[in-house]
């Protein structure tokens, strides 16, 4: 066989071979992609999952945040105004006296323990008194404040009113805040037909 038609016949195999190859290779590719494809995920499918992680990572402190007990701090700083409107009010028995009162009012704080204070001379004491009042004539009143208890509400006494008045004054002037007069004085409480008493 001559050179020539050896080298045809060799030419006309590669030929053969190579088409015969090619089909093998198209065909194989697709399966070399496709199982790359599910042995290697694409990265935005990891980000994708990254995502939902910290999504779910944030939700999760939200709400631990929101079920977390208040701060010590803020606790505290609470109780002071819950404190303050649950204290009772005062008890009226501290509270500072009016000015002037009626002889019923007088009988009723001195049936309540009331320091009745008579501010008239001896002799009007000696002619009609209230029981159980003290006797400090208004003349000497400023002297003798120390007398006079200040853990007791005061009803200061004269014949008329007008004399307890300035007593009622001289103590508020010492000191005192749970002081008052009574209106009408002796007069008023005798034609009121409250109790009394004579002598000394």
């Known amino acids: 066989m001559s050179k020539n038609k050896h080298a045809k016949q060799s030419h006309a195999g590669r030929k053969h071979s190579t088409r015969q190859a090619a089909p093998y290779t198209a065909h194989t590719a697709p399966k070399a992609s496709f199982a790359a494809a599910r042995t290697s995920p694409p990265v935005v499918m990891y980000a994708g999952i990254a ?14 945040q929101n079920n977390a007990p208040a701060p010590a701090s803020v ?34 704080m001195r049936e309540q323990g009331a320091f009745i204070l008579d501010v008239r001379e001896p002799y009007e004491w000696d002619a009609v008194h209230i029981p159980g009042a003290t006797l400090i004539p208004l003349g000497t009143l400023a002297q ?57």
Request: charged letters at 15%.
């Open 75 to 108: 606790a505290t700083a609470a109780v002071p105004n819950a404190a303050v409107a649950q204290q009772p009010a005062a008890p009226a028995a501290l509270a500072p006296l009016p000015a002037e009162i009626s002889v019923q009012q007088a009988a009723a």
């Open 144 to 200: 003798r404040v120390t007398d006079v208890p200040k853990d007791k509400e005061i009803v200061v006494v004269c014949r008329s009113g007008n004399r307890s008045q300035q007593g009622r004054d001289i103590l508020l002037q010492a000191g005192f805040t749970r002081v008052t007069s009574m209106a009408g004085g002796m007069n008023q409480w005798r034609a009121a037909g409250f109790p009394t008493a004579s002598g000394r």
């Open 51 to 64: 995502s939902l992680v910290v999504l779910a990572a944030l939700l999760a402190l939200v709400l631990m």
